[in-house]
């Protein structure tokens, strides 16, 4: 049932309580699903609410599905439901479809629908599941909008957003109007809920409220699809369980993939309610048409005393009779009347019981294998030797089909001596030998006895044709070898690994680079992991064959390959490539600065005031690539040739890195005075009507009050002004252009600083 690569231990009847602390590893649920309680909750009480399960084992098919659960849907104030689902088994991703009215099945406008859909089964407390809304296909009444609570519909398969159409549907409570043919006859109605706000979980079919689902897929007559029957146990009197018909052989007459897989999910909204399920058994529906596994007497088995000895039943010792069967569960038995006591209880079926996969008898242990179908072991003690034990045993296949029992009788002989499995030429065994890529390793089986053939295995495997006590491998692996004595029992040797050793990564930073003239290097500082103990290192290029600890001191720039080996061993890794660059002169650094169109940078200059755009010009080695500036103020530029505003007096140090293209860098700084607030420049003479020289004007900056007065040489005052956007004294008086001569002037300000300035002196016009 499970195909070719099928587990054993897995597949029907597959039996799900739900009320242990774990379920089976196969029993895969997400979003809001919690195990509690003794049920699987797959909503809790709670707005916008999701979960989904599935199991995760495949089913033919061909033979249909049986399928009971017991669900809860109780507490809240009646959303939205929940789902039961078939979908392809080949689908690598599963994804739920959209939830809230789709019930995790169908798609819900922006949300595809369950991948490789095949069936859904709703059961729909609120109402929007048989209907059309949310981009759904088809429902009650000609694909009515309406709500349809207490409705079970039946949709088909689909894909993302496309299918997943309305195929039959049954309202069990309260049809609205016109939609009486809908609904179950009025003896059998009852809310697909147990109750409302405040109502606890119902568990005893006796109680009202207690809601337990039979669903079976028969195959179709036609060969394509089911008949889907849908029955229902229902409690709404005290005491008085049905069983109420839901859908009796509807036909869903759609192809189904060749495997499929079963799940559920269960929603909420707007309105909410618990939904969770217990109790569920899966089986193959057309069971009429499973036969049992025939076994057969098993006589030509010998083991060996004092060790494990492994036997395996074949295809050709049994006959599995079913579509598709494996061997899903071997189980040991004392006598055939422990078999025919065993439980008829199909879910003991679904598991191999543990008590019947270790038998134990005075002769030795058998146990049944979990990784080989029909695989087990029996070792027997060295006090039998020379006897034979019969035990008994059952097949089951992935059906939960099972044979009738059948007998396995083994002979128990002497076991020889364990053999020596060593190096051709060694004296002693070793667990390891590390070899060469290409290269290949002897091994000899010595023992005390005479062997009639050897047996090598690599990982476990038998390597065929290999019968001789010598063999020669380049491949890695675990080798043991085996000499069979004439007895046909095995002396087992010791194991030894061959193995092609992984070498370090080689990961070294390039180029490895010396900033410093005349600098040696380091290249191991770059090597992860430098181990010198257990490798050997290897540099090569520029003529230099460097090993180990020589690669600290590498003093030629150049190209080199880095190489590593085992110390034991010649071969090395692929080799990676190096450059090394050590600096042949050394890296200049300078810089100068001066205020933006007058170069002034002092006192001498004139002052560099705080609101000057300071122009700073990089005089470094052409070799520089990037650069770094700090002003000392907080400020920081990456341009080459920035321009800065300290903005306030102070002498700050203006730094500069400068970095070349292999990372090596050189540092300077400089300081920057800024010690003016303000500046006045007086002419010391003017041309009236001269151009740019036509009036006397003092030329000041930081000034926020400025005072011009204009004296004769007999001290009468000619001229005044206060205004900071004056044009000056244009040499005139009351109109009339004076002579040339001496004048004296005056200045009053204040500074932006609130400093005052007073300053005056003697100019002359000129005529």
Not at 152 to 171: A, N, Q
Not at 450 to 468: M, N, P
Not at 514 to 524: E, F
Request: hydrophobic share 35%.
């Amino acid at each position: 049932m499970l195909g070719i690569e099928a587990k054993a231990q897995i597949g029907f009847p597959y039996c799900e309580t739900f009320q242990t602390e774990s379920t089976f590893a196969e029993t895969l649920f997400g979003e809001s699903v919690d195990l509690t309680g003794g049920v699987l909750r797959l909503t809790a009480n709670l707005n916008n609410q999701n979960g989904y399960v599935y199991i995760d084992v495949p089913f033919p098919s061909t033979y249909g599905i049986k399928v009971e659960f017991e669900y809860f849907m109780y507490g809240g104030t009646g959303a939205d439901g929940l789902s039961v689902f078939l979908f392809d088994a080949d689908v690598s991703n599963f994804a739920p479809g959209g939830f809230g009215g789709s019930l995790g099945y169908a798609q819900r406008n922006e949300q595809p629908g369950l991948t490789g859909a095949y069936l859904g089964l709703g059961f729909d407390a609120f109402g929007k599941y048989s209907n059309t809304s949310e981009g759904k296909n088809g429902g009650f009444l000609q694909g009515s909008t309406a709500l349809f609570p207490n409705s079970i519909t039946l949709r088909k398969g689909g894909s993302g957003f496309s299918g997943y159409d309305y195929v039959i549907g049954k309202i069990t409570q309260n049809p609205p109007a016109g939609a009486n043919d809908l609904a179950l006859d009025v003896q059998y109605r009852f809310p697909l809920s147990s109750g409302g706000q405040g109502t606890q979980r119902v568990e005893e079919s006796s109680e009202v409220g207690y809601r337990k689902v039979f669903l079976e897929l028969e195959p179709h007559p036609s060969g394509i699809g089911y008949l889907v029957k849908l029955e229902m146990e229902v409690t709404t009197e005290v005491g008085n369980p049905r069983l109420v018909t839901i859908f009796q052989g509807a036909s869903f007459p759609y192809a189904a993939p060749k495997d499929l897989k079963i799940g559920f999910a269960a929603s909420t909204g707007e309105s909410t309610n618990f939904h969770e399920i217990r109790n569920l058994v899966v089986e193959v529906s057309a069971d009429d048409s499973l036969k049992n596994p025939e076994g057969s007497d098993l006589t030509d088995f010998t083991s060996c005393a004092g060790q494990e000895n492994q036997f395996y039943i074949t295809d050709q010792q049994v006959v599995l009779p079913n579509e598709n069967s494996v061997i899903r569960c071997l189980q040991l038995y004392e006598s055939l009347e422990d078999i025919k006591a065993e439980s008829e209880d199909i879910c003991a079926q679904a598991r191999c019981l543990e008590q019947n996969r270790v038998l134990i008898l005075p002769q030795g242990t058998f146990i049944a294998s979990d990784e080989e179908e029909g695989g087990f072991t029996f070792s027997p003690k060295e006090e039998f030797v020379d006897q034979e034990v019969t035990v008994f045993y059952t097949i089951t296949d992935s059906y939960g089909k099972t044979s009738k029992g059948n007998s396995i009788t083994i002979a128990i002989q002497e076991s020889p001596q364990p053999i020596s499995l060593l190096i051709a030429g060694e004296n002693e065994p070793v667990d390891q030998i590390n070899i060469c890529g290409g290269d290949e390793v002897s091994f000899i089986g010595i023992g005390d006895e005479a062997y009639e053939r050897f047996e090598w295995y690599k990982d476990g495997v038998l390597i065929e044709s290999e019968t001789q006590n010598t063999f020669m491998t380049g491949e890695p692996g675990e080798y043991e070898v085996l000499g069979y004595n004439r007895k046909n029992c095995p002396a087992i040797s010791n194991k030894v690994i061959v193995a092609l050793p992984d070498l370090p990564v080689l990961e070294v930073g390039s180029p490895v680079v010396g900033c410093l003239t005349g600098q040696v290097v380091d290249i191991t500082s770059q090597i992860s992991g430098y181990d010198p103990i257990t490798y050997d290192y290897q540099l090569t290029g520029n003529g230099l064959i460097l090993m180990d600890d020589e690669l600290m001191s590498v003093s030629q720039s150049g190209l080199y390959e880095l190489k590593v080996k085992l110390k034991s061993l010649d071969c090395y890794s692929e080799p990676v490539a190096v450059e090394v660059y050590i600096q042949e002169t050394e890296l200049l650094i300078d810089f100068d600065f001066g205020v933006q169109g007058t170069g002034v940078k002092d006192e001498a200059g004139g002052g560099v005031f705080p609101s000057d755009i300071i122009q700073f010009t990089d005089l470094s080695d052409d070799r520089a690539i990037k650069w770094e500036w700090d002003f000392g103020d907080g400020s920081f530029s990456q341009d080459k040739n920035p321009v800065h505003v300290f903005g306030k007096k102070g002498d700050f140090n203006v730094s500069l890195v400068i970095t070349d293209e292999y990372g090596c860098q050189q540092t300077i700084s400089k300081a920057v005075s800024i010690t003016r607030s303000y500046r006045l420049m007086i002419p010391t003479g003017f041309t009236p009507g001269e151009g740019e020289n036509g009036t006397f004007l003092p030329k000041q900056k930081g000034l926020v009050s400025l005072e011009l007065l204009i004296f004769n040489i007999w001290g009468e005052m000619i001229f005044r002004t206060e205004d900071l956007e004056t044009e000056g004294w244009d040499g005139t008086l009351n109109g009339k252009l004076l002579d040339a001569g001496l004048f004296v002037y005056r200045v009053n300000g204040v500074t932006t600083e609130g400093e005052k300035v007073k300053e005056s002196g003697k100019f002359r016009l000129i005529r």
